[in-house]
């Protein structure tokens, strides 16, 4: 089946830092992912959709200057938690729809990225 | 009203048994349903998807879908420890996908 690669699955960081994440779509060629964050014993919340080419679009409450996202090719899209503060610290997951999935809305996820904040 | 919205607290059951887990979603236009499960410090994968009234099996897992009371259900038959998780019920809704808080599964030996 369709994989979704996320790197690195955790990171610890000091306050102010900034801090990178990657989604790979291993085997076939993603033009949406999605980000996701979760808090514990919380929902997942999307945060952003990510669009191969152009901008990304945010959702209500999400700043875009804090959580730069980029999607410039088919398997790659980044986001970057920028002047990381504790309050970031939550599971970041990465996900995109594959093929005819694409019409259903099915969501592949990847592994997921747990970040600390000191 | 939240778009997605799932029973909270744990669910007991004693392995063997049927685990029945419910989910109604507010936007009466949805087409497409899903349910992942989730382990503790993983990411959701899917295990059922529903698309038209009434039940789809696949395995042990049913899912049921009611649009006319806007409800989704999934049981689980013959629970197994190894179904110990986080059950995510997730509606398509404007080319997205919204989902609940979840529903912890605890399967009892």
Redesign the interface.
Known sequence: GAVVS?HPSWVICKSGTSVKIECRSLDFQATTM?WYRQFPK?????MA?SNEGSKATYEQGVEKDKFLINHASLTLSTLTVTSAHPEDSSFY?CSARVGRAAE?????????S?LTVL | QKEVEQNSGPLSVPEGAIASLNCTYSDRVSQSFFWYRQYSGKSPELIMSIYSNGDKEDGRFTAQLNKASQYVSLLIRDSQPSDSATYLCAVKRNNRLAFGKGNQVVVIP
């Open positions: 996320q999605f919380q929902s997942l919340m999307l959709t997951i259903s809305g099915e969501l592949f996820f990847g592994e997921g747990r």
